[in-house]
Antibody, heavy 119, light 108 residues
């Protein structure tokens, strides 16, 4: 069974870059799509973007100018970078596998990592 | 960009009752592009339904999805204690994903 684990700093200063990595185990990043979703405290889910193992990406238009997702097949990881963060970027960040069989959805999720933007 | 509206915001029910959750879209789309998730406090979302009506692996058959066009429904036939949670619908189209605001199913 595929497992995902987010890693990265839990505290980022305003105007700095949020950088997270998702490590995939029990499967390979090759051949699949991988995504990031975030959830501000007490609020709903917001899709950030996804990447295909080949490098093709799609981003939420509201974040497109800032966000960058990359994939590293050699380490079975994919990563998120969000520069120039503000307090509104404080959220739990989830990585997930996107599937396209019979629909378009996220079937396996990481446990999530809380990132707080504060000085 | 499609906007999803979920109703009600909160549903207060007792164990054993039937729950009916609505997800309405601002534009019509094929059911293939609609999914439902369950989320409990402090946990990651769990895929329940994809393609509007297909249960994900390991999901009990008391969960069912239906609908087409702009109106989709998640039904839970008989609520069990573990079903009290927040439920989100999700749309995919034009390479973009959108989540609804969620419906909280709470114990009455």
């Amino acid at each position: 069974q595929v497992q995902l684990q987010e890693s990265g700093p839990g505290l980022v200063k305003p105007s700095e870059t949020l950088s997270l990595t998702c490590t995939v185990s029990g499967g390979s990043v090759s051949g699949d799509y991988w995504g990031w979703i975030r959830q501000p405290p007490g609020k709903g889910l917001e899709w950030i973007g996804y990447i295909y193992y080949s490098g093709t990406t799609s981003y939420n238009p509201s974040l497109k100018s800032r966000v960058s997702i990359s994939v590293d097949p050699s380490n079975n990881q994919f990563s998120l970078k969000l520069p120039s963060v503000t307090a509104t970027d404080t959220a739990v960040y989830f990585c997930a596998r996107r599937r396209t069989n019979g629909g378009n959805y996220f079937d396996f999720w990481g446990q999530g990592i809380l990132v707080t933007v504060s000085s | 960009e499609i906007v999803l509206t979920q109703s009600p915001g909160t549903l207060s029910l007792s164990p054993g009752e039937r729950a009916t959750l609505s997800c309405r879209a601002s534009q019509s789309f094929a059911g293939t592009y609609l999914a439902w998730y369950q989320q409990k406090p402090g946990r990651a979302p769990r895929l329940l339904i994809y393609g509007a009506s297909r249960r994900a692996t390991g999901i009990p058959d008391r969960f069912s999805g239906s609908g087409s066009g702009t109106d989709f429904t998640l039904s839970i036939s008989r609520l069990e204690a573990e079903d009290f949670a927040v439920y989100y619908c999700q749309h995919y189209g034009n390479s973009l994903f959108t989540f609804g605001p969620g419906t909280k199913v709470e114990i009455k």
